[in-house]
Each structure stands twice: as C-alpha cells, then as structure tokens.
C-alpha cells in the first residue's frame, strides 16, 4: 500500500508540472499590410510621393499581450529617428492594425522605415522596407 502511495503522488506530481504554463519566448508577430494600395516591400519612388505602409501585429503567446509600437525613419544610412510611438493596451495588446502614410523628400537619397512591437516580456519583432527616391 506504501508503494501505491508513492507511485501515486509521483504520478500526481509530474501531472501538476506538465500542465503549468511554459514561457516559451516566441517574438510577436509582425507583417506589412499587402495589397494595391499599401508598399510592403523595398521600393522606388519619385520626389514628394506620398503612399501607404500598413502594418499587422498580433502576440503569439496567450499571456504576452503587445506593449509598444514604434515606427522609425532613416535618410541615407544616417540613425534612425522615431516618427510614431506608441503604448499598446486592452485589446490593442492582442492585435494590432496600423497604417501610415508618409511623404518621399524632395532629394534624391534611400529611407528606411522599421517597424518594431514589443511585447509583455520585452521582446521585440520588426519590419523594415527602404524607400530609394530618385
């Protein structure tokens, strides 16, 4: 009967452990809108063209809601500035949908915009596309 017992609470035991909750550390989803009216990929553009770039974020994970947004820019290799931020909460943590219309400068040159989410845990996902204007 003592052995039973035993075999029984190791059994109770590794059942408790298994079904915990695992932090796995998946990054949160990120991808550019696709579609005739959006850019989602490198492109080149004329001086003071104005289009569209719409991003989708999502976490995947149940308990690692998205906390920020923050889009960046950059012109000719130079660092990156923050043109749009921000704080993710209620049901924006889940998912979220984003689109920005940006305007090419009028000299020719190459701008980068990266897109990043972070979630509950601090990780980060991104998208980049460049903008080479002539």
């Known amino acids: 009967m003592k052995k039973l017992t035993t075999f029984v609470a190791i059994v109770m035991s590794v059942l408790l452990f298994a079904s915990c909750d695992k932090d ?6 990120i991808a550019f809108k696709t579609g005739a009216t959006y850019i989602s990929s490198d492109v080149t553009l004329s001086k003071d063209t104005t289009v569209l770039i719409g991003i989708n974020a999502s976490k995947s994970e ?12 950059s012109y000719d290799g130079a ?9 993710l ?3 924006n943590g889940d998912s979220y949908s984003k689109d920005v219309s940006i305007t090419t400068r009028s000299q020719a040159g190459t701008e980068n915009y990266t ?4 979630n509950k845990d601090g990780l980060k996902n991104t998208v980049s596309l460049t903008v080479t204007v002539n």
């Open 24 to 29: 796995e550390g998946k990054l949160p989803n």
């Open 62 to 73: 149940d308990k690692d809601v998205l906390k920020t947004f923050d889009g960046s820019r």
């Open 79 to 87: 660092a990156a500035a923050s043109f749009t931020s921000e704080t």
């Open 89 to 91: 909460s209620g049901s």
């Open 115 to 118: 897109f990043t989410v972070v």
